[in-house]
């Protein structure tokens, strides 16, 4: 039997093989199953029986004829079949050659829980090495190792040791998948959510992730139809571009990818020649790539849950019109200050709109929107009836929310007027019930309605489902290439120069190589001699500019290597004279001097700044930063994941908070924001092709002339791989 | 029975006599009380009987004999004694007179419950106009109208009819007081707070506040020995100014005073002059100054309830070093961001702190902190005890964290060892307790344990309780005024231009008005002929500026009305030339023209724009912002209420974006911070002098040269009030 065998035979048509072995497995082997009910080695069988799993459990045991009231086999092979999944609860040394058994035999999913891997030290790094070679000899697919198991809801199958399951009797089955490399926190995770009502299709955790890991399940679970959202949970992330793969996959699937992740801002340490390079921190590129490709980061508990609870209503917002039914002229104007922070309008009704509310609430409520009901709802629930349905029917109202709190006496009522009205709607209909409110956010999830306890947490996550809305219409039919990387076209120097151990390229080199990809950088000419110095600056016009040109000087400025403003034969040769001083003097075995033109820039001339670097997750990643005093005391920049089309860096300059320069600033007419289109497009298609040859390149500065003009760098630095 | 009388017999020695007649009334009247217990007129004494008042109560109600099984009166006189408090459940209209009527008996406080008031327009305005003159005539202190009463714990008095206490029949006694304008949002905050364990001293809703309002309640209970934390909700805030003075006193207290405020952004439409006053919108406004005198500003009822949870624990923080003790690494990591993020440090332990901590943990654990327990914490809860011990002696942690999740199996043992070490303890104790939580939080809560269900809630609290302090210390034994308005000195100039009608002072004026509070603007010399034009430009140096000079141009650039870098006797002569036809093209009463000199503004000269205006809340206001492209691209200002001194002033330089531009910004040195913060002062001063003559007045730029030499003004606009 192989695993493809036991995957033809599942009930999961959609995705992988191993997926249906995983989360929805016929039967299943649990290695080293204790007969202890309390036990952790004993759970996995306590919480399969307890949650009512209908598949075969053999219990693996040599010392025991039974566990837990089922028969024990000595070892798998003795099994006389062979389980869809086995979880190992071996220790770690032993886990690697259970793998191998587990191979032999033709299983296609094996869970290792065993602690004491790679998180240990460097001894169980070793074993991690030899359970990873296991798994690629066997060809199965291993979760794990130092997991807790996986959670199928359709199939009752709790194949886990979590603490979460202590309590109750029956697990829910939803349309929420959640896979969280921690254990304890997912653990977390589930039992919040859950305790906030959401219900779950599939959760799982992924340990040390030798094998299957978050962005892999899930991309798999992407494809099941009974799955609506995905979320999330990681602390390390080995390959982002695999991430930013999946968030666009679940877009174009209209699947919401919720992502918590921690441990932010851990690699500042990190060595950069360029500036975009320092400015953009592993926290701010993995945030700026999570809103390039839609996915939702999140960054507390009550977040994710929160994203959970709005999204598992499953309707999409036509628009970001809010309509509040309030009993609370202060908590609606809470709301609405949260609302429109996050991009959510709560219009004022029209009066024709008004006249109709009018005739369902009391007189002296208030029918502009926050329509207040007032308290007197909580004497006759019957106001929101009508009240509710005028809202649901207002063309300008993209979602409605009702506001109460309290109100113990006549919530049932309430209730069950928001339910048969959300039935009849295809708007969403959200709830905010403050104060003591736990019965009625649990009646509100049995109708699936999204319910929070707070205006504010509502607002946030009704920006969320809004942007959701808006990225996947973005994504949709736009230029937002999927992110790959294609082939590489490269001019033969550059591996001449790499091949010379040089780390930097020259700057006539630099703006030469970007060219190729239709990069504008300013030329220049090379001389070596006062005379070609001169004819160089009658060539490029006066006045010019002369510079230190090697590729063993990064920053020329900062040596003195820039001379500006050469207006006349004497001053061009006493500036070649000084800079090829200043060579010899700096000692720089390839010491020239390249005479550029001095180019004007006009007084509403706006400066960028364009880089690009390797970011440890996400491979080659392009910052882009306006103005220099804006980039520097600020760090207002912008980062994404190449390649990108127009429409992409049209998103990141508006995202920039210094925008409003490249248009009509102070009247004086927009930039050429067209041609810096082109430039982005260019670099970072530069930044593919020339990912293994270069770890930094940046373009500082970048003028922008004004709209029609173009835009020019003038200076590149571009940094080599070593080789 | 006067007022003063009831006051000095009430158990209320700290505060006014008022505040003791209302929150420990020894007796009550309602007058308009309902037998029916469900109805609204009826709730009070139903309250007042479920939750044990002591007090002698009398309902008043001319149709029964009994009312609820008490004694009932056909009007306050036949009561035969005076009662401290009396509850009117009659309608609007009657109001008025009954309070007229409690007037004449010497009651000292009443609760006007009616709505029908302003709320309402024009005749309920008038109703309440005739209300405020009841209060007035009579000395009766009146809460309300349109509210829903108030609960004094100590005394078991919930004289309200809240849906609040729908539920429940004892009324735990706290020591946070929490005042509410709004009747509803006050109730759903109350119940919010309860559900999380916090226990409250007083509780009020004051309504539409024709006498007692939020602050002045407030103030009064800063005095009182029981009350350690004040809070409040309202919407329109009628005097700003008391409320800085409240979060003043309540700081040198050292009672958190927590605020939060609704309906944001809703006077953007306010007619100004200057840039400063349109940058500062209503809601920065209230912000900056929350900040400035430490009142905990929040906008959401979770945050209000987490702020209360943090400082009911009562202790406070002597530093911002945070150790979390934490069974997962992965919500530790998550804590540790969100912490970071408001200036609370994660910091590594020390090696032989470490060695300490590792003699208590599984030997699987970090000690590094976060302090990793494992999940092991589930077997064996005494992990904690050892653990949270050494934390709590580790001179380098402020505040320890006990980060835990689900554990429903030993979570009493955690719960008491928490208790026993924070009793132990002077550091504050904090647990976040996350999943499935409520027993735990509840049994938390029993101990004043500060407590939370997601780590990030934790850290913004944790962020909050450190900012009190440091609030607090920098108020103590500062140069931080009282907000008070002093005695003004006005030139009597000032006087006849407001008498003229004029709208704004000329330029010359305004820095010569300026020049009284040592605020250096550029001075010059207003000529009316193209000789005495040169004749000055001689004077101030070439080359010089020629400006035109009126009351009646506000925006001289805009027009054409200002020339620069005139370095010739035929450019001056010109500028004169063009500049009075200008005058006479805009047929300006007092075109005259003004010569000053062009001043150097080196490279590295740094503008800041200052301005004042009045806040519909606060009155004046100054507001500070840096740079021209900063400050108008970014909106990067802040706004003081004056008068403040030189420590309040270079905070809010520090708190810009671009802060750092004033120190040593690419290495050219720092600019000259010291003389920034004597025009700012200057400037504070002159804001509060002129503050009934000048509606608005703005330096820009103000430009800030190098240490040591200075700062000037090159331009100064006075507004005047109209008269």
Known sequence: MTAAAVGAGTPHADGPDWLGAMFAARSVAIVGASDNPIKLSGRPIAYLKRFGYAGRIFPVNPGRAQVQGLDAYPDLASIGEVPDLVMLMVDAASTPDAVRECGRLGVPVVIASAAGFAETGEEGARLQEDLRQAAQETGIRVLGPNCLGLMGMAAHLPITFTSALDEGDSLPVGSTALISQSGAFGTFLFSAARMAGVEFSHYANTGNEVDLDVVEILSALCERPEVTTLSAYFEGLSDGRRLAELGRKALLADKPLIVAKAGRSTDGARA?????????????????????????????????????????????????????????????ALMTDVANANGIAVNEWEPEWRERMAATIPSFGSTANPIDLTAELIRDPEILRGAL??????????????????????????????????????????????????????????????????????????????????????????????????????????????????????????????????????????????????????????????????????????????????????????????????????????????????????????????????????????????????????????????????????????RLRGASLLGDFRGRGERDVDAVLDLLVGFSRAAVDLRDDVVEMELNPVVVHAAGQGVLALDALVRLAPT
């Open 389 to 654: 349905q005028v809202a649901i029917d207002h063309p300008g109202t993209d979602v409605a929310c009702v506001l109460v709190g309290n109100a113990q006496t006549g919530s049932e009522q309430l209730i069950e007027i928001i339910a048969a009205a959300s039935a009849r709607s295809a708007k969403p209909v959200v709830v905010v019930w403050t104060g003591n409110n736990r019965r009625q956010l649990d009646a509100l999830a049995a109708h699936r309605i999204a319910r929070f306890d707070d205006p504010a947490r509502a607002a946030r996550a009704l920006g969320a489902l809004a942007r959701h809305g808006e990225h996947r219409a973005r994504l949709v039919g736009s230029d937002v290439p999927a992110p790959e990387l294609a082939g590489r076209r490269l001019p033969e120097w550059l591996a001449e120069a790499a091949a010379q151990g040089l780390e930097h390229l020259d700057e006539l080199r630099a703006g030469q190589l970007l060219s190729a990809w239709d990069v504008p950088v300013v030329q220049g000419m090379a001389v070596s001699d006062e005379d070609s110095a001169w004819a160089a600056a009658r060539q490029v016009g006066l006045p010019c500019v002369a510079k230190l040109l090697s590729a063993h000087v990064a920053h020329k400025s900062d040596v003195g290597g820039v001379l500006l403003g050469l207006s006349t034969q004497a001053e061009v040769r006493d500036a070649f004279t000084r800079l090829w001083a200043l060579g010899e003097q700096l000692a720089i075995p390839d010491g020239r001097v390249m005479v550029q033109p001095m180019l004007d820039t006009g007084p509403g001339d706006v400066e960028l700044i364009v880089g690009a670097h390797r970011d440890l997750s996400f491979g080659p990643v392009v910052t882009i930063g306006l103005g220099g005093v804006l980039v520097e005391v600020l760090e207002d920049s912008v980062t994404l994941l190449p390649p990108f089309g127009r429409e992409e860096a049209r998103r990141a300059l508006s």
């Open 272 to 332: 950069v020649s360029s500036h975009t390079a320092s400015l953009a921190g592993s926290d701010e590129v993995f945030k700026d790539i999570c809103e390039q490709y839609g996915v939702v980061a999140v960054e507390s508990i009550n977040d994710i849950v929160d994203m959970m609870v709005m999204f598992d209503q499953g309707r999409r917002l036509a628009g970001r019109r809010l309509t509040i039914l309030t009993m609370s002229g202060g908590a609606a």
